[in-house]
C-alpha cells in the first residue's frame, strides 16, 4: 500500500511549534478525522461546526486522542460567523498556524436539469465558504508572519465527469482560488495546499441532492467500492503539508486523472466520452 496511508503516531510539523488548527466541518467524516490526527500530536484543535451535537462528539474524541479542542459555532455561508471564528482565535490562542476550509457537500444532474437553488447551495457551501475563511485568517496569518491554508477541494475539479457540473463546478474554483493564494502569499511566508481526493469512505452523501436517483445510486456504488477511510486520507494530508505539496492527491485515480487531462487533454476527453457513450461507468459499478 501507499506508504502515505501507514499508520504512523510520530509524525511531526516542527514548522508549527503553537500547534493550532482551525477546521471547518469538523463535526464529522473528513473534518473529525483530521481533527483527531492532529489531536494525536498534541495539537490545540478548533471544530468550527453548524452543528453543537456534532461538535461535542469530536471535541469529546480530541481530548481523549491527547488534544485542546474548543468548539466554535459557525456556519460557513455567512462571512461573519468566519470573521467571528477568526476574531475569537485570535482573543483565545493569540494567532493561527494551520487554517483548513474543510466543510462542504456534493450534488449531480445534467447541466439542464440541476435547479437554480441546488446551483446556490452548492456553490455558496463549496466554493463561497472557502473565500469567507481565506478572507478572515489571511490577515492574522500576514501579520503574525506566516501561516498555512489547505483547502478542499475534489479530483472531481480536475476530472470534469458528465452529470456532475455543479459539484465540479465548485471544486475546480476551488483549486482555481488555492492555485491563486499559493502565488499571492509565498512573499508573507504562507503555505497552501489544495486537498483532491476522488471517491472515499465519508457521509459527504448525508446532503446529496440530485434530480435523477440513478445519479445517487452511481455516487453510492462509487463511495461503497472506494477501500480508503477518512482517517487514511487525513494522514496523507498531514504528511503532505509537512512537506509543502501544493496539489495533495490522495488517491492513484486521482494522480492518474491529472496526470492525463495535464499531458494528453485531447485523449483524455475522448476517452472520458467514450466511457460515458457506451455505458461502462454504469457496468462497472453494476448498476
Known amino acids: 500500500m501507499d506508504s502515505y496511508y501507514r499508520k504512523e503516531k510520530n509524525i511531526k510539523l516542527k514548522k508549527f511549534p503553537e500547534k493550532r488548527i482551525l477546521i471547518t466541518g469538523a463535526g464529522s467524516g473528513f473534518g473529525r478525522a483530521l481533527a483527531l490526527v492532529f489531536a494525536e500530536m498534541g495539537w490545540q484543535v478548533a471544530i468550527a461546526e453548524i452543528n453543537p451535537e456534532r461538535a461535542s462528539q469530536t471535541a469529546e474524541m480530541v481530548k ?78 500576514k501579520d503574525q508572519g506566516g501561516g ?3 483547502n478542499m477541494a475534489s479530483a472531481a475539479g480536475i476530472a470534469s465527469l458528465p452529470e456532475m457540473a455543479c459539484y465540479n463546478v465548485t471544486k475546480a474554483a476551488a483549486i482555481s482560488l488555492t492555485e491563486t493564494l499559493r502565488t499571492e502569499l509565498i512573499p508573507f511566508h504562507i503555505g497552501v495546499s489544495v486537498i483532491c481526493p476522488t471517491f472515499f469512505k465519508t457521509n459527504l452523501m448525508d446532503q446529496f441532492t440530485s434530480p435523477d436517483a440513478q445519479q445517487r445510486e452511481m455516487a453510492n456504488a462509487f463511495f461503497n467500492k472506494s477501500r480508503y477511510t477518512p482517517e487514511k486520507i487525513a494522514r496523507h494530508v498531514v504528511k503532505s503539508i509537512n512537506r509543502n505539496r501544493f496539489y495533495i492527491l490522495t488517491q492513484h485515480d486521482a ?26 461507468f454504469k457496468r462497472f459499478l453494476g448498476i
Request: net charge neutral; proline share 6%; aromatic share 14%.
Open 148 to 150: 498555512y491554508i489547505v
Open 64 to 141: 481523549k486522542a491527547g488534544g485542546q479542542p474548543i468548539e466554535i459555532p459557525c456556519d460557513v455561508t455567512r462571512p461573519e460567523d468566519l470573521e467571528a471564528a477568526a476574531k475569537r482565535i485570535q482573543e483565545q490562542w493569540g494567532g493561527l498556524d494551520i487554517l483548513v476550509n474543510n466543510a462542504g457537500v456534493a450534488a449531480a444532474g445534467l447541466v439542464e436539469n440541476t435547479p437554480l437553488e441546488t446551483w446556490e447551495w452548492i456553490l455558496a457551501l463549496n466554493t463561497k465558504s472557502i473565500i469567507y475563511g481565506c478572507r478572515a485568517f489571511i490577515p492574522m496569518f
Open 255 to 280: 494522480r492518474l486523472a491529472w496526470r492525463l487531462k495535464r499531458f494528453f487533454p485531447e485523449l483524455y476527453f475522448k476517452g472520458i466520452g467514450f466511457i460515458y457513450r457506451t455505458g461502462l
